[in-house]
């Protein structure tokens, strides 16, 4: 048997908590259907006897004390809502979770979840994922880390993370695979009707630059490429606008909000094409002049690059219905 042990902290969100368990039941009962064992020992596990979720709506059970369990396959730390107690709140699983990791269990953050995995310090200098809508918040906490909104899953040394809100089921489906079968994965997927291969959660994200700084010379220059990204940038133009020397401009660009000066243009500019890709039937040549892009070919990469589609296929997702 595979033991898994469903991290219920403080603040956590119960309905991934249940879509957990939901999964590995029923990879269990797939495996049987198979003339094969369950393979799978699922358990709510704690500090508490109950947590109160939901402004307390709910409560949760834990199943076993986190001090009894000296030794599972599998941590999975669901989604926890963010604040600045709840990472306090749940400080006394931390030892724990480093301790699994020591042992040889993989440890596996779900959305949210990566804050409290980040405390442990398993992520310094590993790249992770999360929901694309705290990632600004996340690189500010957690400098020593590298986070990114496009990839759906990461895994590194037996630490796995996943993209933001229901990626979380790929990552679920990609260890039902590596614990099982690609067979038995592929069956899951079906049944909860989720597309296994995705690997990309560009399509969702909203480029949102980071505000958490204290840098007013890039903030200036952040409101201005937000109001003047169709026009032609440079990056001496910036530079001057920020008031800063050339190079000490480009360093502090980069410490302030985690992106070069270029590469934070090319997401406003693709942000405002993917609005625009939402609302209206332009041709996409159209479409790249007006967020300040000359060649339709880099156009279409570096769109590409960030959302994981093309712009055609981008249009095609979002726009249902005419006049949208």
Same mark, same amino acid.
């Given at each position: ?9 403080? !603040? ?19 495996? &049987? ?6 393979? %799978? !020992? ?15 709506? %709910?409560?949760? +059970? #834990? ?19 963010? $604040? ?8 006394? %699983?931390? #030892? ?27 992520? $310094?200098?590993?790249? +992770? ?32 993370? /996943?993209? =933001? ?18 067979? &038995? ?13 995705? $690997?990309?959660?560009? &399509?969702?994200?909203?480029?949102? =630059? ?21 026009? /032609? ?11 800063? =020397? %050339? ?47 000359? $060649? ?5 990469? &570096? ?7 093309? #712009? ?13």
């Amino acid at each position: 048997m595979k033991h898994v042990s469903v991290i219920v902290a403080e !603040d956590v969100i119960m309905g991934a908590i249940g879509n957990i368990y939901h999964l590995f039941q029923t990879t269990n009962q797939l495996l &049987i259907e198979r003339n094969q064992r369950p393979l %799978f !020992d699922i358990d709510l596990v704690g500090i508490s006897n109950e947590v109160v979720v939901n402004n307390g709506m %709910f409560t949760v +059970c #834990p199943e076993k004390s986190i001090y009894d369990v000296k030794r599972t396959d599998l941590v999975i730390i669901p989604p926890l809502k963010i $604040d600045s107690e709840t990472l306090v709140k749940n400080k006394d %699983f931390l #030892p724990w979770i480093k301790a699994q990791h020591e042992h040889g269990s993989w440890i596996a953050s779900l959305c949210s979840g990566v804050f409290l995995l980040a405390e442990t310090g398993l992520l $310094d200098n590993k790249w +992770c994922s999360t929901h694309w809508k705290i990632t600004n918040r996340f690189r500010t906490a957690y400098p020593k880390v590298n986070v990114t909104d496009q990839k759906v899953i990461t895994e590194y040394n037996g630490v796995f993370t /996943s993209g =933001g809100a229901n990626s979380y089921w790929n990552l679920l489906l990609y260890l039902v695979r590596k614990l099982t079968n690609n067979g &038995i994965a592929i069956q899951a997927s079906k049944y909860f009707e989720v597309d296994i291969d995705r $690997d990309n959660q560009g &399509i969702y994200s909203v480029f949102e =630059g980071n505000r958490y700084h204290n840098d007013a010379s890039i903030h200036k220059v952040q409101d201005y490429i937000e109001h003047h990204y169709s026009q /032609s940038l440079t990056l001496r133009g910036l530079a001057e606008i920020s008031g800063l =020397g %050339f190079r000490t401009f480009q360093r502090r660009f980069r410490e302030a909000t985690q992106h070069t000066a270029i590469s934070y243009m090319q997401k406003i500019r693709v942000e405002s094409a993917k609005k625009i890709l939402e609302r209206e039937n332009l041709p996409i040549a159209d479409v790249m002049f007006e967020v300040g892009y000359t $060649d339709l070919e880099a156009f279409r990469r &570096i769109f590409k690059r960030e959302t994981g589609v093309a #712009p055609m296929q981008y249009r095609k997702k979002y726009q249902f219905f005419e006049g949208h």
